[in-house]
């Protein structure tokens, strides 16, 4: 079982930069693939970032490619996401998930799902 709670969220302006940060329970932190969602009021829940077990593979949306950057610290049990150039568009409660199996872009492939963390980026 882990547990998964999101923070670093809040109200910014496009432009900014910001770090949200997901802190894992559990022993087993270091063999789970992380990944980052995030859903807008009226639309579906879509893939940001990914990044593998052992932290050297990632992926990305096309739409934060170069703006975003997953990482992670298996030692302090936390994945990251550093987002940088901000835009409105980005404006979303953002999720952190651990999969156990594959390395994945589909939320189904992910088995456990923090609560969420805010993010408004105003023009």
């Known amino acids: 079982q882990v547990q998964l709670v999101e923070s670093g969220g809040g109200l910014v302006q496009a432009g900014v930069s910001l770090r949200l940060s997901c802190a894992a329970s559990g022993r087993t932190f270091g063999t789970y693939a992380m990944g980052w969602f995030r859903q807008a009021p009226g639309k579906e829940r879509e893939f940001v970032a990914a990044?593998?077990?052992?932290?050297?593979?990632?992926t990305y949306a096309d739409s934060v490619k170069g703006r975003f950057t997953i990482s992670r610290d298996n030692a302090k049990n936390t994945v990251y996401l550093h987002m940088n150039s901000l835009k409105p568009e980005d404006t979303a409660a953002y999720y952190c998930?651990?999969?156990?199996?594959?390395?994945?872009?589909?939320?189904?492939?992910?088995?456990?799902w923090g609560q969420g963390t805010q993010v408004t980026v105003s023009s």
């Open positions: 990044i593998h077990w052992f932290g050297v593979t990632t």
């Open positions: 998930a651990a999969s156990r199996g594959v390395f994945s872009t589909t939320p189904g492939a992910y088995d456990y």
